[in-house]
């Protein structure tokens, strides 16, 4: 990187204010962890009763919907064509072993 004319400022101040940036980033990190790991466990508290609701009305709905519907192949024609081509080819060339 190409340097700007004009005086640079003392390589010990840059490094102080460097260090004390550091310094002052890690002693905040350091003091809201305790609330982060607080406020995490409280919400996974908090979603106990909700998971369970969850599980009782998804298994109400697999109750429910106890008659499988059929499937439907939804595969495009031309997509079925060159699948059933295949199959031709791979049964014939069995046959031919």
């Not at 809201?32 to 466990?41: D, G, T």
């Not at 939804?74 to 049964?91: F, G, K, Y």
Request: aromatic share 6%; glycine share 2%; net charge positive.
């Amino acid at each position: 990187m190409k340097q700007l004319p004009g005086r640079q400022p003392p390589r010990w101040i840059r490094f102080l204010a460097t260090a004390v940036t550091v310094t002052v980033a890690t002693v905040w990190l350091v003091s809201l962890l305790p609330f982060l790991l607080l406020l995490s466990i409280v919400f996974g508290v908090a979603l106990i009763p909700v998971l369970r609701r969850l599980r009782q009305e998804m298994d109400q709905v697999d109750i429910s919907h106890e008659v499988k519907r059929p499937t439907v192949d939804v595969t495009p024609w031309h997509r079925q064509i060159s699948l059933m081509i295949a199959q031709l080819r791979n049964r014939s060339s069995a046959m031919r072993r």
